[in-house]
């Protein structure tokens, strides 16, 4: 019965003692007490076993399935909010980028026809896919602005140096780019754990944006393979 349960071509014996093991508690090098549990004497210290019951328990014990230590593992509710003036100084130089790329994104989709953007290959699908982008810029900007509270920085009016929709997305790229690289330098250097939680998952949607816009077929500042690109007269010609 448990042979064909398993379906590992395993014989009974040789199933029966990997259960048995499997049971077994590990030694923990660090903390010998990890689990609040005392080691038996009667227990050598190379077996690395630990005595749960009759064991005697040092202190409380943990959640079951809990494991001793780690940050922010006490089961006390997080609070989503800067806690120093780096904290906040931080969010804002984020909250700042995240406005920027959202204006960028819906005034782009805005200011270019759907003739320009298909004629470098771009279809309904990507514009959709950008749209997407905006309404994901919404979502990180409202996170950073709730954990900043009503000091936050609010949206400004800008202006993008861009003449095509090809350096829209080139600069949409390069915004991406930086704002990865630059949250990722301060993120573990903030006092707030929950917010650097909240950043840590806003910051990774950014990235995804980066790699997406990376594989568009537009014109990039380091060249790829089959780029379309047009000269001053609108001709379009390839770029291998």
Known sequence: MLHSIFGFGLRLPLVLTLLSRARAVPFHDGNALGLGYERADSVSASSGRLVRLPGRRRGPRPAAGALHGGIGTDGAAPVYRVQSDFDYQSLALALYQEWIELD?????????????????????????????????????????????????????????????????????????????????????????????????????????????????????????????????????????
């Open 104 to 240: 960028l994104f819906h005034w782009g989709l805005a200011a270019y026809s759907v003739d320009e953007f298909e004629f470098d290959g771009l279809n309904a699908e990507h514009r959709f896919l950008l749209q997407h982008m905006a309404e994901q810029e919404v979502g990180c900007a409202t996170v950073l602005t709730n954990m900043l509270g009503p000091q936050a920085p609010r949206q400004c009016s800008y202006s993008c140096p861009v003449s095509n929709e090809r350096e829209f997305l080139d600069i949409n790229l390069q915004l991406t780019r930086w704002g990865e690289a630059g949250v990722y330098g301060f993120l573990l250097h903030l006092d707030s754990p929950p917010a650097t939680q909240l950043l840590l998952q806003s910051i990774t949607i950014e990235a995804r944006q980066q790699m997406i816009l990376c594989q568009l077929n537009v014109a990039g500042w380091y060249g790829r393979s089959g780029i379309k690109l047009r000269d001053a007269r609108g001709q379009r010609f390839g770029v291998t």
